[in-house]
């Protein structure tokens, strides 16, 4: 391989874009926050909920790319829908960790309040992370990678702000 393929190969290995997981943790915490205690088996549905979501919006970027971006261009092929469909999935991975974490919480001891307030944390968590990890990636200093996981953070207290004045 040449030189200037290894720099390409190199470069988009470096970068990636974390906007899906961005997006994906804010859009489970949101799952989190909104859910009451449906019955009769709330964990269960709640971890079904955080998935199906994430698919859905999944889904649903995937087409919205697939539309925006060939507008008037040429049609699409098998190949092109496989690199959306996978540039878009971090949307999906986001909902997992929330979900383990309602998965988990009878282990812990948790009821279902403490099992929401902990997947709704984990989604937060999860969102300040990728948001700081994405900026860092990019060559951003500490300063503005410690802004960007500020402004994600308050972010995601607007949503927990939401759960804990709001009722259902």
């Not at 799952?31 to 549905?45: E, F, N, W």
């Amino acid at each position: 391989m040449n030189t200037a393929a290894q720099h390409v190969r190199t470069a988009s290995a470096r970068f990636r874009d974390y906007s899906g997981a961005v997006y994906g943790s804010l859009l489970a915490a949101s799952v989190v926050a909104g859910t009451g205690t449906p019955a009769p088996y709330p964990r269960v549905q709640l971890v079904a909920l955080l998935l199906i979501t994430g698919l859905v919006f999944w889904a649903a970027h995937v087409y919205a790319r697939l539309a925006g971006e060939r507008l008037g261009e040429r049609p699409l092929n098998g190949r092109e829908v496989r690199r959306v469909a996978l540039h878009e999935w971090p949307i999906v991975q986001a909902a997992v960790p929330p979900a383990v974490a309602v998965a988990i919480s009878p282990l812990l001891g948790l009821g279902l309040e403490g099992t929401s307030w902990l997947a709704l944390g984990v989604a937060v968590a999860e969102q300040v992370g990728w948001a700081s990890v994405a900026v860092r990636r990019a060559g951003a200093s500490l300063r503005l990678t410690l802004v960007a996981g500020a402004g994600n953070l308050l972010l995601g207290l607007v949503i927990v702000t939401a759960k804990a004045t709001l009722t259902h």
